[in-house]
């Protein structure tokens, strides 16, 4: 089996995972400290998937981890099918999440008064995080999938 | 090569196709008539994405009547590698417009008196046709990625 660069066990694959859960933890913060996020449905959507993408990516890290440094290969078919199918679900959830987001902010931002010119400038760091989140969760997406006939 | 429904140049082919043109017109349709959407960011999104799946799709319908109908087949790796391409690209575009449109939505719904009860279910029903198309532009993507290898 030759080593593609970004597939699950790889380095390459260490940094996307840590990348994707560093900026799902970053969008999360962004969105729930101090704000009252739970009266707008797409930001309580964000959350959830956010809440859904970093123990995920965590785990995912924890594999590569174990097969990078331990040298224990991790990758079965089955395994591989399973991470290919949760990473693209994942992946749409996430996309759909923050343009959700963006548009919710982008209308609060366009009508004035419902939220102020710091408030708003979370939810825009927030959306703006949970979409590098998604572009680093489709990379590895699209990387094991690539990876998945030759297993 | 074998014949994958679903694959360029079958009538499963031509089907989904021609679903995603219609529900491209009916969501376009729902979010136009007499509607000032140029107000909402999302909104305008959503009628610019449409307004390409409706050419993209109807373009490749007529090359699917072409192959099903005429029998010329249309396979050249190139020609695929491009639908694959322009496939995938529109299918995210569309999610990303849906999930926007449905977050204004239910935002503008929730504050009350922004849509009157009418105004607010065209853009719902407008939000429900996009998703729809973008399953099935999903669908499209999905078999054609599968096809390409063997091509």
Same mark, same amino acid.
């Given at each position: 089996?030759?080593?593609?660069? /970004?597939?699950? /066990?790889?380095? !390459?694959?260490? +940094?996307?995972?840590?990348?994707? #859960?560093i900026? +799902?933890? +970053? %969008?999360?913060?962004?969105?729930?400290?101090e704000?009252?996020? *739970?009266? *707008?449905? #797409?930001?309580c959507?964000?959350?959830? =998937?956010?809440?859904?993408? =970093?123990?995920w990516?965590?785990?995912?890290?924890?594999?590569?981890?174990?097969?990078?440094?331990?040298k224990?290969? +991790?990758?079965?078919? /089955?395994?591989?099918? =399973?991470?290919? =199918? /949760?990473?693209w679900?994942?992946?749409?959830? %996430?996309? $759909?999440?923050?343009? %959700?987001? !963006?548009?919710?902010?982008?209308?609060?931002?366009?009508?004035?008064?419902?939220c102020?010119?710091?408030?708003?400038?979370? *939810?825009?760091?927030?959306?703006a995080? !949970?979409?590098?989140s998604?572009?680093?969760?489709?990379?590895? $997406?699209?990387?094991?999938?690539?990876?998945?006939?030759?297993?």
């Amino acid at each position: 089996m030759e080593e593609l660069p /970004g597939a699950l /066990g790889t380095s !390459a694959s260490l +940094a996307l995972r840590l990348g994707q #859960a560093i900026f +799902a933890v +970053a %969008s999360l913060l962004f969105m729930c400290l101090e704000v009252e996020f *739970y009266s *707008y449905t #797409a930001f309580c959507f964000l959350v959830t =998937i956010m809440g859904l993408i =970093i123990p995920w990516s965590l785990t995912l890290a924890v594999v590569d981890v174990f097969s990078v440094f331990i040298k224990r290969p +991790a990758r079965q078919p /089955g395994m591989l099918s =399973i991470v290919v =199918i /949760g990473d693209w679900v994942l992946s749409f959830l %996430s996309l $759909a999440a923050s343009c %959700s987001t !963006a548009g919710v902010t982008s209308l609060l931002l366009a009508s004035g008064g419902f939220c102020g010119g710091k408030l708003c400038t979370r *939810y825009r760091l927030s959306a703006a995080m !949970a979409f590098l989140s998604w572009f680093l969760s489709l990379t590895s $997406a699209l990387f094991n999938l690539w990876l998945l006939p030759s297993v």
